[in-house]
T-cell receptor
């Protein structure tokens, strides 16, 4: 099946810092989503971005499908940004469209 | 718009007992998914429904797990008998259709002792 690798696995930053999270995938995809899992376990949708660039406030994301990677940018980090960030994809060569998740990036923002 | 609803939020059972989880998707969403998330890992797809039909259950341990979506809306996931390694968060998600954005419920945290 398709492989999804996220880096870095862990990231500790001071409040106000910027960060870039990366997601590499091993095959062509129809769908790519970024999620933030908060400390209570809720998966919050950040971006639905199979290709191109999107921005939402302090967050933005870029997916270059032909090169099989996506980047999530967080600017001016706040403590509430802490949690695990997941990238998830749907392999375009499969019959179903369930998401395959990476292992996540654990982000800690210190005050 | 109401999100994906799941119940219960927490469940503790002894090994070899049975347990069931319930999910109500976002209104109008034809596709429903069940995922298992073990501590420290990303969610893993167990089963996908399109309306009341199964699209993909290749990763569902069918000797002990079962799921149904009889009327194409609500769904239940059952484990019988439970094993210690089934301790995890069980997440339900829904989407409007194929390759559209998926939305997740808050999950059910299962502890098997």
């Amino acid at each position: 099946g398709i492989q999804v690798e996220q880096s870095p696995p862990d990231l500790i930053l001071q409040e106000g810092a910027n960060s870039t999270l990366r997601c590499n995938f091993s095959d062509s995809v129809n769908n790519l989503q970024w999620f933030h899992q908060n400390p209570w376990g809720q998966l919050i949708n950040l971006f639905y971005i199979p290709s191109g660039t999107k921005q939402n406030g302090r967050l933005s994301a870029t997916t270059v499908a032909t090169e099989r990677y996506s980047l999530l940018y967080i600017s001016s980090s706040q403590t509430t940004d802490s949690g695990v960030y997941f990238c998830a994809v749907v392999y375009s060569g499969g019959g179903a469209d369930g998401l395959t998740f990476g292992k996540g990036t654990h982000l800690i923002i210190q005050p | 718009e109401a999100g994906v609803a799941q119940s219960p939020r927490y469940k503790i059972i002894e090994k070899r007992q049975s347990v069931a989880f319930w999910c109500n998707p976002i209104s109008g969403h034809a596709t429903l998914y069940w995922y298992q998330q073990i501590l420290g890992q990303g969610p893993k797809l167990l089963i996908q429904f399109q309306n009341n039909g199964v699209v993909d259950d290749s990763q569902l341990p069918k000797d002990r797990f079962s799921a149904e979506r009889l009327k194409g809306v609500d769904s239940t996931l059952k484990i019988q008998p439970a094993k210690l390694e089934d301790s995890a968060v069980y997440l339900c998600a829904s989407s409007f259709g194929a390759n559209t954005e998926a939305f997740f419920g808050q999950g059910t945290r299962l502890t098997v002792v």
